[in-house]
């Protein structure tokens, strides 16, 4: 449509070019003495714009001519704009495929740009730590450390590098040049805690781990795993004396005294430095909120001394939970452990012997038949305690 209505145009202008030229009858004189030239308006007027059209083009032609090596420096800078992308896609999907080598050889093309360097620099790093080439990893970074705009990223880069190469304190560095600058988003929290948990730096660990759960960043399973980790390294170090695993518990907050595993794993550090008393209630507090048989086996091993009130008030407890749990054989075998040291020999044989009939586990079941040697060897039934010790050394061998 267009077309046909520049044609429809274009003839009648030329109608009315012809038509008012047909009819001028005027003429133009040019007087150059001694000469005198005369032609007709209408061949002025075609030689004129002639003469418009040769100076047209020939201004054009010279504007072309001095833009040139501008425009060639252009279709240079384009080129080297669509190899130097081309690269960053290439160097990008090669990391991707986990093609290390050509990942970093796309990135030193994509690097020849300078637009795409910082990443490039990034894409080639990680490409040669995959390839354990730590060296061109650490040029790669080094390439881009004073680029402020890729400061995060690099950052970022290096913490997840250095805590995958195994170097918490270097990686930790770089965590705190991070934090440094304001940044402290929850992907920058989750490498902090790798490299802290590889520093053994377990104070902090629990810290990172709290933050990570409030935010709901980190798996259940994990949380609860990281946490038993960290609880078992602070609790179970050789160097705590009564004191200093006191301090340690005083800092555990009380929701995390309640979960099974770390009160199990407390008392039995208590229990490890005669802090009988303080184990027993750990356990005490522990069993009411959540039953697990581990802190049950922790309260057995906090058993008082022989006529102790202590002693008298665990076997109250024990068998007020086994009205409530008559199955439990872990609680039965507590109960009659405690009632064998309290001698009551009568109560210790049910119990050892109820919890001897509902074991499951070949370690309660020699130290059921262990504990009903020991008591047939109190009472001086010597024929009963050499059977249940010989059953118990058939137990420790199956």
């Given at each position: 449509?267009?077309?046909?209505?520049?044609?429809?145009?274009?003839?009648?202008?030329?109608?009315?070019?012809?038509?008012?030229?047909?009819?001028?009858?005027?003429?133009?004189?040019?007087?150059?003495?001694?000469?005198?030239?005369?032609?007709?308006?209408?061949?002025?007027?075609?030689?004129?714009?002639?003469?418009?059209?040769?100076?047209?083009?020939?201004?054009?032609?010279?504007?072309?001519?001095?833009?040139?090596?501008?425009?060639?420096?252009?279709?240079?800078?384009?080129?080297?704009?669509?190899?130097?992308?081309?690269?960053?896609?290439?160097?990008?999907?090669?990391?991707?495929?986990?093609?290390?080598?050509?990942?970093?050889?796309?990135?030193?093309?994509?690097?020849?740009?300078?637009?795409?360097?910082?990443?490039?620099?990034?894409?080639?790093?990680?490409?040669?730590?995959?390839?354990?080439?730590?060296?061109?990893?650490?040029?790669?970074?080094?390439?881009?450390?004073?680029?402020?705009?890729?400061?995060?990223?690099?950052?970022?880069?290096?913490?997840?590098?250095?805590?995958?190469?195994?170097?918490?304190?270097?990686?930790?560095?770089?965590?705190?040049?991070?934090?440094?600058?304001?940044?402290?988003?929850?992907?920058?929290?989750?490498?902090?805690?790798?490299?802290?948990?590889?520093?053994?730096?377990?104070?902090?660990?629990?810290?990172?781990?709290?933050?990570?759960?409030?935010?709901?960043?980190?798996?259940?399973?994990?949380?609860?795993?990281?946490?038993?980790?960290?609880?078992?390294?602070?609790?179970?170090?050789?160097?705590?004396?009564?004191?200093?695993?006191?301090?340690?518990?005083?800092?555990?907050?009380?929701?995390?005294?309640?979960?099974?595993?770390?009160?199990?794993?407390?008392?039995?550090?208590?229990?490890?430095?005669?802090?009988?008393?303080?184990?027993?209630?750990?356990?005490?507090?522990?069993?009411?909120?959540?039953?697990?048989?581990?802190?049950?086996?922790?309260?057995?091993?906090?058993?008082?001394?022989?006529?102790?009130?202590?002693?008298?008030?665990?076997?109250?407890?024990?068998?007020?939970?086994?009205k409530e749990r008559p199955l439990d054989a872990e609680l039965a075998l507590t109960l009659g452990s405690l009632c064998l040291r309290q001698k009551l020999w009568g109560k210790a044989q049910r119990y050892l012997e109820q919890a001897l009939s509902d074991a499951t586990e070949?370690?309660?079941?020699?130290?059921?038949?262990?504990?009903?040697?020991?008591?047939?060897?109190?009472?001086?039934?010597?024929?009963?305690?050499?059977?249940?010790?010989?059953?118990?050394?058939?137990?420790?061998?199956?």
């Amino acid at each position: 449509m267009r077309l046909l209505l520049w044609l429809v145009a274009l003839m009648a202008a030329a109608i009315g070019i012809a038509v008012t030229a047909r009819f001028n009858p005027g003429n133009v004189v040019l007087f150059y003495p001694p000469h005198r030239l005369d032609m007709s308006l209408n061949l002025f007027v075609v030689l004129l714009v002639l003469l418009f059209a040769l100076v047209y083009v020939l201004v054009r032609t010279l504007k072309s001519t001095l833009k040139m090596p501008e425009r060639v420096a252009a279709y240079r800078q384009r080129k080297r704009e669509r190899e130097g992308n081309k690269g960053l896609r290439d160097a990008l999907k090669a990391l991707f495929e986990g093609r290390f080598g050509h990942a970093e050889k796309a990135a030193m093309r994509a690097a020849e740009l300078p637009e795409n360097a910082g990443l490039a620099a990034l894409i080639g790093a990680r490409a040669a730590h995959r390839m354990r080439e730590p060296s061109r990893r650490d040029a790669w970074l080094a390439g881009i450390a004073h680029d402020n705009a890729l400061k995060t990223a690099r950052l970022m880069t290096v913490t997840e590098l250095l805590v995958d190469d195994h170097q918490p304190e270097a990686a930790l560095e770089a965590v705190a040049e991070l934090n440094a600058s304001g940044q402290r988003h929850i992907h920058a929290l989750q490498w902090s805690m790798k490299a802290h948990q590889q520093a053994r730096n377990w104070p902090e660990v629990l810290r990172l781990v709290r933050i990570l759960d409030k935010r709901k960043a980190l798996h259940p399973a994990l949380s609860t795993r990281l946490r038993e980790l960290a609880y078992e390294a602070l609790l179970g170090e050789q160097g705590h004396d009564a004191e200093s695993i006191r301090r340690v518990w005083a800092g555990v907050p009380p929701a995390d005294r309640q979960v099974p595993y770390i009160a199990a794993r407390a008392a039995n550090a208590f229990n490890a430095r005669g802090l009988h008393d303080e184990a027993r209630a750990i356990a005490e507090d522990a069993l009411k909120a959540n039953w697990d048989e581990r802190v049950v086996r922790a309260y057995r091993e906090a058993a008082g001394p022989a006529g102790s009130p202590s002693l008298l008030v665990q076997i109250e407890h024990c068998e007020t939970w086994l009205k409530e749990r008559p199955l439990d054989a872990e609680l039965a075998l507590t109960l009659g452990s405690l009632c064998l040291r309290q001698k009551l020999w009568g109560k210790a044989q049910r119990y050892l012997e109820q919890a001897l009939s509902d074991a499951t586990e070949a370690a309660m079941v020699r130290e059921a038949h262990l504990k009903l040697a020991q008591m047939h060897e109190a009472l001086g039934q010597e024929q009963e305690a050499a059977n249940h010790y010989r059953q118990c050394a058939l137990a420790s061998i199956l």
